[in-house]
């Protein structure tokens, strides 16, 4: 009798084998995940830490540059980079030296610093808006925004585009299932129907963005340059231009979040294409990893802001929270802005992410893939599907959440990290060539396990 011919392995085989070669090769962090979960409710300080395709978290002891050690003495190329709060390094001298100073003089005071009038004046001549303020979190920022936006319209409603993100900001949880309006699952608690004050639409769509705009009572548009969180989704030919002219045409306020475009260049997305928000906010990068955002406004909102302020009286906008602004915060903004984030920097990133997108297609193009690269600036997006799609819905279509868990925990078996929530890549200014290469050749790997499947 013939034997029977062994079967060929799975996907599902290919994720048991690296899972036990995860567990096998990282015996303290799996031992510390256990001591974790009996004190951090969801095993993490942040349950966000545990969403790796791992079967536990990697624990990290240091950071330096663009690498990462765990706990059990691994070395990580790191193209996560603290999903973008690390993006130029972990450990970077000039901030450390000005958290340092700064920490041995007092973190904060409820008084501003001699440094806010050099970082305000920083952030003017880098965005181009003239007047700012700061918040702890991007998330704090853009809520800020929202109310103020709110405030001097009169006007109830907030448009966000359909797999957008900004942060946990409830009026942006809202997006399309079959076509209509619906909060995200993921909206714990929430006991409003934010759908009433919240309209969404595709991104890309600028027949729908008129549509959404015409009633006349949307206080403001609340828009990243480019999509990153559902995939990276680029703008069409025009859309800003046109998203600009029909906001102003519907006296529809504009806030540009570039908490993740920031990697486009020194100015941002905003800067590069000439943007013209009413309102600019980014964090996370801007102060080097310390919680730290700044949103920035024109002059005639400025005003208008005033106006409503003065409805109310002082100390009533009940927007803003004790730690935003502290000294801690702005000495690391100022070494940022003035000493980390230059064009020397951002010139190294770019052609880090230039070789990165070059070594990535030549993979798709050598081994007949439907896949794609997409990038803006020193962030890059392999997308599981060819072409890339244009809007959340067709990119939700394209996304395999079991082939990304494999493609994942493939990475991290050979020491590389990337953000573990999709297939998105930042080029630091210290990435070194070798780890794009050492990037490039373990996905390459994985294209090559997966053609040995059934």
């Given at each position: 009798?013939?034997?029977?011919?062994?079967?060929?392995?799975?996907?599902?085989?290919?994720?048991?084998?690296?899972?036990?070669?995860?567990?096998?090769?990282?015996?303290?962090?799996?031992?510390?995940?256990?001591?974790?979960?009996?004190?951090?409710?969801?095993?993490?300080?942040?349950?966000?830490?545990?969403?790796?395709?791992?079967?536990?978290?990697?624990?990290?002891?240091?950071?330096?540059?663009?690498?990462?050690?765990?706990?059990?003495?691994?070395?990580?190329?790191?193209?996560?980079?603290?999903?973008?709060p690390a993006m130029f390094g972990h450990g970077e001298p000039a901030v450390a030296r000005a958290v340092a100073d700064?920490?041995?003089?007092?973190?904060?005071f409820m008084l501003p610093t001699a440094a806010a009038v050099i970082v305000g004046?920083?952030?003017?001549?880098?965005?181009?808006?003239?007047?700012?303020?700061?918040?702890?979190?991007a998330s704090d920022a853009n809520r800020a925004a929202i109310r103020w936006a709110r405030a001097v319209t009169g006007r109830p409603v907030i448009l966000v585009f359909d797999g957008g993100y900004h942060g946990m900001v409830d009026d942006a949880f809202v997006v399309l299932k079959n076509g209509q309006p619906a909060m995200k699952p993921g909206l714990l608690g929430q006991v409003h129907d934010l759908t009433a004050t919240t309209r969404v639409v595709p991104f890309n769509d600028l027949a729908a963005l008129e549509a959404a705009l015409a009633p006349?009572?949307?206080?403001?548009?609340?828009?990243?340059?480019?999509?990153t969180n559902c995939g990276m989704i680029l703008p069409d030919p025009?859309?800003?231009h046109a998203l600009r002219a029909l906001t102003r045409k519907s006296a529809t306020l504009l806030v540009i979040d570039e908490t993740h475009t920031i990697s486009t260049g020194p100015g941002g997305y905003t800067r590069a294409h000439g943007l013209e928000p009413d309102i600019f906010v980014v964090g996370k990068a801007i102060a080097g990893g310390v919680p730290a955002a700044v949103w920035g406004v024109t002059t005639e909102l400025s005003e208008r802001m005033d106006r409503a302020a003065a409805q109310v009286g002082?100390?009533?906008?009940?927007?803003?929270?004790?730690?935003?602004?502290?000294?801690?915060?702005?000495?690391?903004?100022?070494?940022?802005?003035?000493?980390?984030?230059?064009?020397?920097?951002y010139d190294r990133m770019l052609a880090g992410a230039e070789r990165l997108v070059a070594g990535l297609r030549a993979v798709i193009a050598a081994r007949g893939l439907a896949?794609?690269?997409?990038?803006?600036?020193?962030?890059?997006?392999?997308?599981?599907?060819?072409?890339?799609?244009?809007?959340?819905?067709?990119?939700?279509?394209?996304?395999?959440?079991?082939?990304?868990s494999a493609l994942h925990l493939w990475l991290i078996n050979r020491g590389v990290l990337i953000a573990p929530f999709h297939t998105m890549m930042l080029v630091s200014p210290v990435t070194e060539d070798a780890a794009i290469d050492r990037l490039v050749a373990a996905v390459d790997g994985f294209a090559g396990a997966l053609e040995g499947l059934n």
């Amino acid at each position: 009798m013939n034997p029977q011919p062994a079967a060929m392995p799975t996907l599902s085989d290919l994720l048991h084998a690296e899972a036990a070669r995860f567990t096998a090769e990282h015996p303290r962090s799996i031992a510390m995940s256990r001591q974790s979960a009996e004190v951090w409710r969801g095993g993490a300080p942040m349950h966000w830490m545990t969403d790796w395709a791992s079967p536990c978290p990697v624990f990290a002891a240091q950071g330096v540059g663009a690498q990462i050690t765990d706990v059990d003495g691994k070395l990580y190329d790191d193209f996560c980079l603290a999903d973008t709060p690390a993006m130029f390094g972990h450990g970077e001298p000039a901030v450390a030296r000005a958290v340092a100073d700064q920490a041995m003089r007092g973190t904060g005071f409820m008084l501003p610093t001699a440094a806010a009038v050099i970082v305000g004046r920083l952030l003017a001549q880098r965005f181009g808006l003239p007047l700012w303020q700061a918040a702890t979190t991007a998330s704090d920022a853009n809520r800020a925004a929202i109310r103020w936006a709110r405030a001097v319209t009169g006007r109830p409603v907030i448009l966000v585009f359909d797999g957008g993100y900004h942060g946990m900001v409830d009026d942006a949880f809202v997006v399309l299932k079959n076509g209509q309006p619906a909060m995200k699952p993921g909206l714990l608690g929430q006991v409003h129907d934010l759908t009433a004050t919240t309209r969404v639409v595709p991104f890309n769509d600028l027949a729908a963005l008129e549509a959404a705009l015409a009633p006349g009572d949307v206080a403001a548009v609340l828009a990243e340059p480019v999509m990153t969180n559902c995939g990276m989704i680029l703008p069409d030919p025009g859309f800003h231009h046109a998203l600009r002219a029909l906001t102003r045409k519907s006296a529809t306020l504009l806030v540009i979040d570039e908490t993740h475009t920031i990697s486009t260049g020194p100015g941002g997305y905003t800067r590069a294409h000439g943007l013209e928000p009413d309102i600019f906010v980014v964090g996370k990068a801007i102060a080097g990893g310390v919680p730290a955002a700044v949103w920035g406004v024109t002059t005639e909102l400025s005003e208008r802001m005033d106006r409503a302020a003065a409805q109310v009286g002082l100390g009533q906008s009940g927007i803003g929270t004790t730690l935003s602004g502290n000294a801690l915060a702005l000495a690391a903004m100022r070494a940022m802005l003035s000493e980390v984030m230059t064009d020397t920097a951002y010139d190294r990133m770019l052609a880090g992410a230039e070789r990165l997108v070059a070594g990535l297609r030549a993979v798709i193009a050598a081994r007949g893939l439907a896949w794609s690269v997409v990038h803006v600036g020193a962030r890059v997006e392999l997308v599981l599907a060819d072409p890339p799609p244009k809007n959340a819905a067709a990119m939700r279509e394209a996304l395999d959440p079991d082939l990304l868990s494999a493609l994942h925990l493939w990475l991290i078996n050979r020491g590389v990290l990337i953000a573990p929530f999709h297939t998105m890549m930042l080029v630091s200014p210290v990435t070194e060539d070798a780890a794009i290469d050492r990037l490039v050749a373990a996905v390459d790997g994985f294209a090559g396990a997966l053609e040995g499947l059934n």
